[in-house]
């Protein structure tokens, strides 16, 4: 088993290239990666990793992808101990037709990992992101990396690479 987690959850495939990508960059001696919708059981299959990068799109108004819902509603009621883990999500929205909810289900992954014990890391400045409100800002910051392969798909790799780059500090990328 590699010591990196990758989840992700897609509906129309967007964040799973992105977390394809991401499981790339990493390799998969580090990383393993694993589709919400065919590949998990149940949280546990989270709590065997110490490293998490979660991945998930944005739907309804502001709602996470369909697949992550059970599991957080899992999480909900049996409140697993997610203390001593590192967790960092990316998910992929749409700014322009969605800007009132860019990449709000990011703010939902974060508030329910961290409210159960993880380390939540890999904000990224909202600089370079046109949006008008999004529930994944935190003190000015997104809680994770936001992609919009809809309207901005020409800065994708870079925000991946610089995102990556940052997380050396927290996750064992080497
Ligand atoms: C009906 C519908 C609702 C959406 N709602 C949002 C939203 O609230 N916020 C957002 O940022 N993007 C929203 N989007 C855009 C999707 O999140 C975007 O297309 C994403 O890349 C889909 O990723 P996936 O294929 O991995 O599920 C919505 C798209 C559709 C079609």
Known sequence: MAKIGIFYGSTSGVTQEIAEKI???IGE???DIYNMEEDFDDYND???????LLGCS??????VQNYWREPLFDID??????????????????CTCHGKNFVSALGTLYDRFNS??????????TEGYSFEKSNAVRDGKFVGLPLDEVNESDKTEERIADWLEMLKADFPLE
């Open 116 to 125: 159960l014990g993880a380390k939540m890391v890999g904000a990224v400045s």
């Open 29 to 31: 001696d580090i990383a």
């Open 58 to 63: 944005t739907w309804g108004a502001g709602e």
């Open 77 to 94: 009621i049996e409140k697993p101990d997610f203390s001593g883990k590192t967790i960092a999500v990316f998910g992929s929205g749409d």
């Open 46 to 52: 989270l709590l065997k990793y110490d490293y998490l």
């Open 23 to 25: 499981h790339d960059s």
